[in-house]
C-alpha cells in the first residue's frame, strides 16, 4: 500500500513509517495539515493516517478539504482524546475508522487489514504492467503468474516504478524516496537494488531489463511490455 502519515509527533510519526516499510508499504510523512494537503495531492495514496491535532490546519479540516476534493484513500483518524464526540466527528468528517493514541502497532495492522478487505469491493488494488502484476494490499509480486520473491526495499522501489509506470525515475528521486544518506554515496546502493530486480524478473519470464536505464537520467518500466 503507499501509505501517507500526517502526524507532527516525531516520536510516533518515524518510528511508526519504519515499521510500515519493514512490511513493505511505501510511507510518505507530513508534518502539519497544510503539507499533508500538499501531498494528498502529488501521489495517489491507499491509506492516510491522519492526527486530528496538527498545526496550521487541523486533522478533521483536512480530512473534511479530502472527502470534498473527492479524494478516495482510506482514511485511519488518529487520536490521544478517547471521547465519543471526537470519534463521532471524525467519522462525519469523512474519516473510515478511528485508532486511540497510544496503540499497538499489531492493532494498527489489524485496523488497516479490516479497511483494505472494506473497500476491496469498490476499488481496485492490482497494479498491472504487462505481465507484471502487484498486489498492494498483501505487498506480492508476480509476472505471468510467477510468484516473485523481493526484499522490503526491491518491493517499495518497484512498486513506485508501477505507480510511475510511464514515466523516467530519476536517481536522486528514488534516493529522496527511500534513503536519508548522501547522494554521491548512494548511487552504487540504487544500481545494485535495480540490477537485482532485473535478474529477479529476467528469472520469472520477463524480457531483458524490464527496468531500463535512460542514460544520464534514470530509470522507466519497458513502455512495449
Not at 148 to 173: H, W
Amino acid at each position: 500500500m503507499r501509505i501517507l502519515i500526517v502526524e507532527d509527533d516525531e516520536r510516533i510519526a518515524k518510528p511508526l513509517a519504519e515499521d510500515l516499510k519493514h512490511q513493505n508499504h511505501v510511507v510518505d510523512i507530513a508534518r502539519d495539515g497544510i503539507e499533508g494537503w500538499e501531498y494528498a495531492q502529488s501521489a495517489d495514496y491507499d491509506l492516510i493516517l491522519l492526527d486530528l491535532m496538527l498545526p496550521k490546519l487541523n486533522g478533521i479540516t483536512l480530512c473534511k478539504r479530502l472527502r470534498s476534493a473527492k479524494f478516495h484513500a482510506l482514511i485511519l483518524m488518529l487520536t490521544a482524546k478517547d471521547t465519543t464526540s471526537d470519534k463521532v466527528i471524525g467519522l462525519y468528517a469523512g474519516a473510515d475508522d478511528y485508532l486511540v493514541k497510544p496503540f499497538e502497532l499489531d492493532e494498527l495492522a489489524a485496523r488497516m487489514r479490516a479497511l483494505s478487505r472494506r473497500s476491496s469491493e469498490t476499488k481496485p488494488s492490482l497494479l498491472k504492467h504487462g505481465n507484471l502484476q502487484i498486489d498492494p494490499s498483501s505487498c506480492s509480486v508476480t509476472y505471468a503468474g510467477n510468484v516473485i520473491s523481493l526484499t522490503p526495499k526491491e518491493y517499495i522501489i518497484l512498486e513506485y516504478f508501477m505507480r510511475n509506470p510511464t514515466q523516467v525515475l530519476t536517481r536522486s528521486a528514488i534516493l529522496d524516496k527511500f534513503w536519508d544518506f548522501d547522494k554521491s554515496s548512494g548511487e552504487g546502493t540504487i544500481r545494485t537494488h535495480i540490477t537485482n530486480l532485473r535478474n529477479k524478473l529476467k528469472a520469472a519470464g520477463s524480457p531483458e531489463n524490464f527496468i531500463e536505464t535512460v542514460y544520464g537520467i534514470g530509470y522507466r518500466l519497458k513502455l512495449d511490455s
